[in-house]
C-alpha cells in the first residue's frame, strides 16, 4: 500500500449498472482535476477509472469503488480502490496479458489500465473476490 | 378525508356566497408567492376556473376527489400543475396556489362563526390537504415526462451524421459513447452511407471526454462494418491527451487512418478523392 496520508473524506460509489460507471468517471475526474493533474494525467487516471469499473460491473457481477485524495509529503495523488465479491481472477498473469479477455471485448481493459496509473495492486481470491488499488500522483 | 353531503353542502354556500371575496383573495395570496412571475389577469383566471371547479362539485354534494363526479375538479387540478410545471415554477410555488384556499377558508369560516366552525374548518382543511397532494403529484408526473421528452431528445441530437462535401460525411460524436449510443450511431452511420452513396465516412472523436477499450472497440466494430459496405472510414478530433491513453492503453487502430482535428481528415479525403482546394488569386488586367 502507498504510505500516502488521506486528505478529507473518501468518496464511494456503487457500481451497479453502466450508468454507475459514467458516475465513476465524473467522480475520478472531479477529484483529479482537484488534486491539479495535467490533462494527459486526469485522461488516463479517468480511462483507467473507466477501464477497472466497467471490469467490475462485468466480471466481477457489480461492487463498489472509492476515491480518495492521498499525499506522500512530496505530492499529491488520487488512490481508487474497486472493490468486487465476484469469482477472482483465476490466473492473473494470463489476465494481464495484453490481448485475453473472456468477455468478448479488446483485452487491453485490465493491462492497459495497469500503465495508464503510477501504482497498481491487486488482490484476488474466489472467496473474497477482487480489490484492485490505482494511484496517480501528481507531477 | 372526502366531504359529507352537509359539509359540502356548507363548502359549495362559503364558496358560492362569497364568490368575488374568494376570488380576490385567493389571488393575493398567490400573487405574493409567485413574486410576479405571471400575469394578474391569469391568475385571476386560474383562480377563477379553481374556485367553480371546487364549488361546482362541492354543490353536487359529496365530495371525494378519487370518485367520478369529481372529473372536472381533477381536470382543473391537472391543468394548472401542468401549465406551472412548464412555465418552470417549482413545486411549492405550485401548490401553494392550492394551500391558499386554506387561508381564506379559515378567515371566511371566523367571520361567519356558527357553532359548526371548527368542524367545518379541519374538514376543509383536510380536502385542501388532499387537493394539494393532487397537484404536487401531477406537477411531477409533468416534470418527469418533461424529463423523459428531454433524454430521448438529448439521444437524437447528439447522434447527427451530417454531409461535409460531395461522397463525405461526418458524424461528430458528443459525450458519452455506451452501447446505446454506440448502436444508435452505427446504425444512423450506415444508413447514412446507403441513401447518400458515400464513400468517405469521417467519425470525430473531438466532443468524447474519455477514450476506453469500450469505445475504441465500438468505433472499431463502426469502421469494419462501413468497411464491409465498401466505404472508407477516418477517425478525428483525437487530442494529444486521448493519443497519449490509446497508447498507453495498447489500442491498435491498425490501417484506419486516423487525424487531430476534423479539417485535417476532410482535407486528406478531399486529396484522396483529387479535389484540389486552392485560394482565389486576385484577377489583375495586364
Not at chain 2, 359529496?62 to 367520478?68: G, I, M, N, Q
Not at chain 2, 486521448?242 to 479539417?263: C, P, R, Y
Request: proline share 2%.
Amino acid at each position: 500500500m502507498t504510505t500516502g496520508v488521506d486528505l478529507g473524506q473518501p468518496q464511494a460509489q456503487a457500481i451497479r449498472s453502466d450508468e454507475d460507471v459514467v458516475r465513476v468517471r465524473q467522480l475520478v475526474r472531479s477529484v483529479a482535476v482537484a488534486v491539479k493533474l495535467s490533462l494527459v494525467d486526469q485522461t488516463k487516471v479517468v480511462t483507467a477509472a473507466s477501464e477497472l469499473a466497467r471490469n467490475t460491473l462485468v466480471y466481477g457481477g457489480g461492487g463498489s469503488v472509492e476515491v480518495v485524495i492521498v499525499d506522500n509529503g512530496r505530492r499529491k495523488g488520487v488512490q481508487i480502490v474497486f472493490a468486487d465479491s465476484g469469482p477472482g481472477i483465476p490466473d492473473l498473469d494470463l489476465a494481464l496479458t495484453d490481448g485475453y479477455t473472456t468477455g468478448g471485448g479488446l483485452g487491453l481493459g485490465l493491462s492497459g489500465a495497469r500503465r495508464l496509473v503510477d501504482e497498481f495492486e491487486i488482490e484476488t481470491s474466489a472467496e473474497t473476490g477482487t480489490r484492485i488499488t490505482v494511484t496517480k500522483w501528481s507531477r | 378525508m372526502a366531504l359529507n353531503a352537509e359539509e359540502s353542502g356548507r363548502l359549495a354556500a362559503l364558496l358560492g356566497g362569497h364568490a368575488e371575496q374568494v376570488t380576490a383573495r385567493w389571488t393575493e395570496i398567490v400573487t405574493g408567492s409567485l413574486r410576479g412571475r405571471l400575469s394578474q389577469a391569469e391568475l385571476r383566471r386560474q383562480v377563477q376556473d379553481l374556485h367553480s371547479a371546487i364549488a361546482t362539485t362541492a354543490g353536487q354534494g359529496v365530495v371525494d376527489l378519487s370518485a367520478e363526479s369529481s372529473g372536472e375538479l381533477r381536470a382543473a387540478l391537472t391543468e394548472l400543475s401542468r401549465g406551472r410545471a412548464r412555465q418552470g415554477f417549482s413545486a411549492s410555488e405550485t401548490t401553494i396556489s392550492i394551500f391558499a384556499l386554506k387561508d381564506v377558508l379559515a378567515e371566511l369560516v371566523q367571520k361567519d362563526g356558527g357553532t359548526n366552525a371548527l368542524h367545518d374548518y379541519i374538514a376543509f382543511s383536510k380536502l385542501v390537504d388532499e387537493l394539494g397532494l393532487f397537484t404536487f403529484e401531477s406537477f411531477v408526473r409533468t416534470r418527469e415526462s418533461l424529463i423523459a421528452d428531454q433524454a430521448e431528445q438529448l439521444l437524437e441530437l447528439s447522434t447527427p451524421v451530417v454531409k461535409l462535401w460531395e461522397g463525405v460525411v461526418a458524424v461528430p460524436l458528443v459525450g458519452t459513447l455506451d452501447s446505446a449510443r454506440a448502436q444508435v450511431v452505427m446504425e444512423r452511420l450506415l444508413q447514412t452511407l446507403v441513401d447518400t452513396g458515400s464513400p468517405y465516412a469521417i467519425i470525430d472523436i473531438t466532443g468524447v471526454p474519455a477514450v476506453d477499450t469500450q469505445v475504441a472497440q465500438h468505433i472499431l466494430k463502426t469502421v469494419v462494418a462501413a468497411r464491409l459496405m465498401g466505404a472508407d472510414c477516418i477517425i478525428s478530433g483525437i487530442r494529444p491527451q486521448i493519443a497519449q491513453t490509446i497508447v498507453a492503453l495498447g489500442i491498435e487502430f491498425g490501417d484506419i487512418a486516423t487525424k487531430a482535428s476534423l479539417a485535417d481528415a476532410l482535407r486528406h479525403v478531399l486529396r484522396l478523392t483529387g479535389v484540389e482546394t486552392a485560394r482565389r488569386q486576385p484577377r489583375r488586367d495586364v
